[in-house]
């Protein structure tokens, strides 16, 4: 029909799927530096109840000791770090984009992995560092469809 409107199911571009993008900040675990310090004396604890000969047994505290205030130490000494979740495939650290990320999620504890060269790096958020909403944020942006990728020529 010449005179009629046309349709509003007219084929034409859809649009865009919106992107979710999440925004975080980290900061080192106040909980994971308690459970440090707790195994570190369950683990001293652990070695005074154990029938060692005293001269081991003072030597192995020395040694666990040493370990655990230097896990402590080196938790508390990490600088707070800005997150930004772009995409599934696509996370940014401090602005620079990260080689291979990997979102893995245990509960409410979620860790970030990623590699730079040969070295893997990782961040973890606990409870009290990534609250509920946050949470939901992040597991938006991480589920959101990823931008096609070009296809990557192959020889013949």
Do not use: K, Y
């Not at 084929?11 to 993008?21: A, D, L, N, V, Y």
């Not at 192995?60 to 938790?75: D, P, S, T, Y």
């Not at 893995?104 to 790096?121: D, N, Y």
């Amino acid at each position: 029909m010449r005179n009629s409107t046309p349709s509003s199911n007219r084929s034409g571009p859809s649009r865009p799927i919106p992107e979710f993008q999440a925004r975080l900040h980290w900061r080192p675990s106040c909980l994971l530096r308690a459970a440090l310090a707790l195994l570190t004396a369950a683990a001293c604890l652990s070695l005074l109840l154990a029938e060692l000969p005293r001269p081991a047994c003072w030597l192995g505290i020395a040694c666990v000791l040493a370990a655990g205030v230097r896990a402590l130490v080196r938790e508390s000494r990490c600088p707070p770090r800005q997150v930004v979740v772009q995409a599934p495939g696509r996370i940014l650290l401090d602005g620079r984009p990260l080689e291979a990320p990997c979102l893995q999620w245990r509960g409410p504890i979620v860790r970030l992995a990623w590699r730079e060269g040969r070295r893997t790096h990782s961040l973890l958020w606990w409870p009290d560092t990534l609250r509920a909403p946050q949470r939901r944020e992040l597991r938006l942006a991480a589920a959101s469809p990823a931008q096609p990728r070009r296809a990557e020529s192959m020889a013949p």
